[in-house]
Each structure stands twice: as structure tokens, then as C-alpha cells.
């Protein structure tokens, strides 16, 4: 069932990724699940999957907030419908609240992570198939008024195949984290994370100016060599 794919873990809960998922009959759903320590044993207290959609290919869960990633079933061609769904507890429930559709190409992973009104989903394997596959892009949300809104689309301003931008993502109150690998076989280049403020405008265009921690609007991203 691929059951711990991704996990994610806020104070006293956990949330498990497991996008292989199976029903009695074999079918495969997918799902995610959390547990809750009590009595200091973990036990098992919601498991969540969705119609048509593998669930648990990704997990970020902050407060009472989770983002989870679905992907297609198998079998749906080269351009799959991707998405991030969010689910908030209330009234003892986990409840599906919003899904954040995405459109990329198959065999990509997903990258996610949320973080009070913001969150991040980095999709590496994105990017035109025949200029810069796996290119990579991020995209970036925000809660207002109890819904999630795409405030941006970022991708590499000049893209390189299997760049993988969005390899790594991370965020923590307005400041989110990109990161990318780069792989041209004779290439030395390190690799790269990307500052954001999310807070600030603009946050980044694709001609790769952007507004960084450590620089002022309209610079180029900070890259840090790691």
C-alpha cells in the first residue's frame, strides 16, 4: 500500500501518506491517515481517501490543517490532473474543505507544505516535454477568508532539463523554500533553494526576479549553494 510514502507529524498527531491504498476488492484509492498520542501509545483516529484520485502521494499538516496530494489513477496517458486537498478538523472530524487542482506531467513526485495562510507545492517532474522536461515548478497559496487562492506560479526563468525545480519545498510563516537538483551530466552546479517572502509584492515573476529574505524588490532570487 506504499503505507508511509510521505509523513508528516504536528505536536501530538501524525499524518501518513499511503497512495497505493486498496479496498477489500482490490481497487486502488488511496488514502491518508492520522494518529493521535494518548496515554503515550499512538493510536490510529481518521483515515481519509477521495473519488477517483489516488490520495497520500503527499502530506503536510500544521494546526488543524492538512494538504494532501492525489494523483490520477494509472493508466490516464502522459498529462495527469494532479491536486492538493485540504482538509481542516472541526467539530471532531477531519473535513474535506478545497481542492487545488494541478496539471503536469506523469512520473513526476510532489512536494507540499503548509504552514498557518500560506502553503507550497512543489511539482519537480513538471515542464514542457520537449524543451525542459522536468523543469520543475512551485506553486504558492494563501488562505483568505477560510479559501485557498494560487497567488503564483513560479518556474525556472531559464529551464534545464531535469533541473527538478520544486524538488524540496518549505515554509514557515511568510518565507517558503525552494529547492532544485541540477543534472546535466557534464554540469558541476550545486544545489539551489530558492528564498521567498510570500508576504511581499511581487513575489517573483518568470523572468526570475523576485523578492528574496536577504534583497530588495527586484532582484534575483537569493541561491544558496548547499
Known amino acids: 500500500s506504499d503505507f508511509g510514502y510521505d509523513v508528516a507529524i504536528d505536536d501530538k498527531l501524525i499524518l501518513v501518506g499511503a497512495p497505493s491504498d486498496r479496498k477489500a476488492d482490490g481497487v486502488a484509492v488511496g488514502a491518508a491517515y492520522f494518529f493521535a498520542l494518548a496515554d503515550g501509545q499512538w493510536r490510529e483516529v ?3 481517501s477521495v473519488d477517483d484520485e489516488l490520495l497520500g502521494s503527499a ?3 500544521h494546526g488543524n490543517t492538512a494538504l494532501i496530494g492525489a494523483t490520477d489513477s494509472p493508466g490516464m496517458g502522459d498529462d495527469i490532473t494532479a491536486a ?3 482538509f481542516e478538523y472541526a467539530n471532531g ?3 474535506e474543505r478545497q481542492r487545488l487542482p494541478l496539471r503536469y506531467r506523469r512520473n513526476t513526485d510532489m512536494r507540499i507544505d503548509v504552514h498557518g495562510e500560506n502553503a507550497v507545492v512543489g511539482l519537480p517532474g513538471d515542464g514542457h516535454l520537449q524543451k525542459a522536461p522536468y523543469s520543475g515548478s512551485a506553486y504558492f497559496y494563501r488562505r483568505e477568508q477560510g479559501h485557498w487562492l494560487q497567488i503564483r506560479k513560479f518556474s525556472p526563468a ?4 531535469s533541473e527538478n525545480f520544486g524538488n524540496g519545498v518549505g515554509i514557515g510563516g511568510d518565507v517558503a523554500l525552494v ?7 557534464a554540469g558541476d552546479d550545486p544545489t ?3 528564498v521567498f517572502e510570500l508576504g511581499r509584492d511581487p513575489l517573483c515573476t518568470n523572468d526570475g526576479a523576485c523578492v528574496c529574505v536577504e534583497g530588495a ?4 532570487c537569493d541561491e544558496r549553494p548547499l
Open 46 to 48: 481518521a483515515r481519509l
Open 59 to 61: 502530506v503536510a499538516l
Open 179 to 185: 529547492g532544485k537538483l541540477w543534472r546535466e551530466s
Open 93 to 95: 472530524t477531519w473535513q
Open 192 to 194: 539551489i533553494i530558492h
Open 158 to 161: 531559464d529551464p534545464k532539463m
Open 84 to 86: 492538493a486537498y485540504v
Open 217 to 220: 524588490a527586484g532582484q534575483l
